[in-house]
């Protein structure tokens, strides 16, 4: 009784040669069946927290991947004396960045539960990966937090430095609103499955995520250990005090999204691939509207305008693609040098994407050693774009609770400060207003290889395309 046998295609980047070459690579895995309603979901938390052997096993006993391949990684791990990374190494594998190196950076993986199909965003925890985890946390309905409960470890992933508290506050800010905490290493010796340290943790944690913006009484805490698989689908002996749900249950418990499909089309491009025989395709997720072959698609911020030949999702061609769903589509007559990363794909007849000329935004500085002044210009990452921006005026500073205003054109602002500010791009940026279309009007300010600031786009003033005669 084994799932049909599904051939897949994985783009890789041959560093040898410049150009994407692709390679064929079977595997099974059942069908997502087309009725069911599907949650993009994101794995955050500190580095060594053990997200990815956690993801890796939330797959493999939920039917994405069989026992033999699962088999075949334990004997790879092992021959390279890391056997208790088998269940990453089935996301690795996946990643294909065993022997490649550079790949796509977010892998898209799948699972079922008994209500949802789930499309899993491994975004990894060391400091550099922020950067992608911003654009990767946009996709995502869901946060499931993995926190590592064993001593030392949690105080280490919580501490001022930890990369815990930065992702929270990033999910929250680009809107994920959901959060399962996954209090993991239950099984470590320092913690030996006690309910005393898992209360703790969770306290701990609770409170955090309070002073971000969610409300715990809300938020799952399933403790688990990931790495033996407990509690992630059935429940653990080793766990008997507690009564609350498994990782999937509570998974299945989320609220599932609305997907604003009456909204113009935005496609933020994540990707552009040249494909032999059939030519241009950009990759990137819809996140308003409805994409469907045959339209005339207008990319900002260059104003290039396309025919859309076909639309394909998991290699199958549909006739169209709603909102959540990540598409390749194939556009006539456009070069692969013409269309890039962080640029915005729309329908030219239905409110196209333009380019901004500046913006005005209300952001939140949370990580910045000195004070923010007129001209400061950092980098913003903002859906897929990843474009320098200047603060040409700082206007108010507000009560980051009540948004009332505290002080007038301030001279500065820094750590814990709220503030409205005009923004003006170095470079031609499409961005959109956080209340017209969330996903592309939440950003991040980086500098010195962290994130500073988050912000949401209150207006925007766009570009004039002058017609050509």
């Not at 002996?237 to 998974?251: E, V």
């Given at each position: ?7 897949h295609?994985?783009l890789?980047?041959n560093l ?12 099974r ?16 938390g500190?580095?060594?927290a ?11 006993q939920c ?10 990684y334990?004997?790879e791990?092992?021959?390279?004396g890391?056997?208790s990374f ?9 990643k294909?960045?065993?022997?490649r190196?550079?790949?796509?950076d ?31 946390t ?6 499931v ?8 470890a ?31 290493k239950?099984?470590?010796e ?7 340290r898992?209360v703790?943790?969770?306290s ?7 002073k ?14 990931g790495?033996l ?6 429940k653990s ?8 749900p498994?990782?999937?249950?509570a ?15 935005r496609?933020?491009i994540q ?16 996140e308003?509207?409805?994409m ?9 911020p260059s104003g290039?305008?396309?025919?859309v ?8 061609s549909?006739?169209?693609?709603g ?11 456009v070069?692969?040098?013409d ?15 333009t ?9 939140i500085v949370?990580?910045h050693?000195?004070?923010i ?20 005026n ?11 205003v505290v002080e007038?054109?301030?001279?500065f ?7 409205i ?6 470079k ?42």
């Amino acid at each position: 009784n084994h799932p049909p046998l599904h051939v897949h295609f994985h783009l890789h980047f041959n560093l040898s040669q410049s150009h994407a070459c692709l390679r064929l690579v079977f595997h099974r895995r059942f069908i997502m069946s087309k009725e069911r309603t599907h949650v993009s979901l994101v794995v955050i938390g500190h580095v060594d927290a053990g997200k990815s052997t956690t993801t890796g096993h939330l797959i493999y006993q939920c039917g994405g991947i069989d026992k033999k391949t699962i088999d075949k990684y334990e004997r790879e791990a092992n021959e390279i004396g890391k056997s208790s990374f088998k269940y990453a190494w089935v996301l690795d594998n996946l990643k294909a960045e065993r022997e490649r190196g550079i790949t796509i950076d977010i892998t898209l993986w799948k699972f079922q539960s008994q209500k949802y199909d789930f499309t899993v965003i491994d975004a990894p925890g060391h400091r550099d990966f922020i950067k992608n985890m911003i654009t990767g946390t946009s996709q995502a309905d869901v946060a499931v937090m993995v926190v590592d409960a064993s001593q030392g470890a949690f105080e280490a992933g919580i501490s001022r430095d930890g990369q815990t508290r930065e992702h929270a506050l990033l999910a929250y800010t680009l809107g994920v609103k959901q959060m399962i905490v996954a209090v993991n290493k239950m099984d470590h010796e320092s913690v030996n499955y006690s309910e005393k340290r898992f209360v703790a943790v969770k306290s701990e944690v609770a409170s955090y995520l309070k002073k971000v913006g969610y409300k715990p009484a809300k938020i799952a805490f399933v403790p688990i250990s990931g790495w033996l698989g407990e509690n992630i689908k059935d429940k653990s002996k080793n766990l008997s005090w507690y009564s609350g749900p498994t990782l999937l249950d509570a998974l299945d418990n989320v609220t599932p999204p609305k997907r604003p499909v009456d909204k113009s089309l935005r496609i933020p491009i994540q990707d552009v691939y040249k494909i032999g025989g059939i030519g241009t395709v950009p990759v990137g997720r819809v996140e308003t509207g409805i994409m469907k072959p045959g339209i005339m698609a207008q990319f900002a911020p260059s104003g290039i305008q396309a025919e859309v030949k076909s639309c394909e999702v998991h290699h199958e061609s549909l006739l169209e693609v709603g909102p959540g769903t990540n598409v390749g589509f194939n556009v006539k007559n456009v070069a692969v040098k013409d269309i890039g990363r962080g640029d915005v794909a729309s329908d030219a007849d239905d409110s196209p994407a333009t380019g901004v000329t500046s913006f005005e935004a209300q952001v939140i500085v949370m990580n910045h050693p000195g004070k923010i002044m007129k001209g400061y210009c950092p980098v913003i990452d903002c859906h897929t774009a990843h474009v320098a921006c200047s603060f040409t005026n700082i206007k108010d500073k507000m009560d980051r609770r009540t948004g009332k205003v505290v002080e007038e054109n301030p001279e500065f602002i820094q750590n814990g400060d709220a503030a409205i500010v005009t923004m003006v791009p170095t470079k031609p940026l499409c961005v959109e207003s956080f209340a017209e279309y969330p996903p592309l009007g939440r950003f991040a300010i980086r500098d010195m290889r962290q994130t500073v600031a988050v912000g949401i786009i209150k207006s925007i003033t766009k570009e004039v395309i002058e017609d050509e005669d």
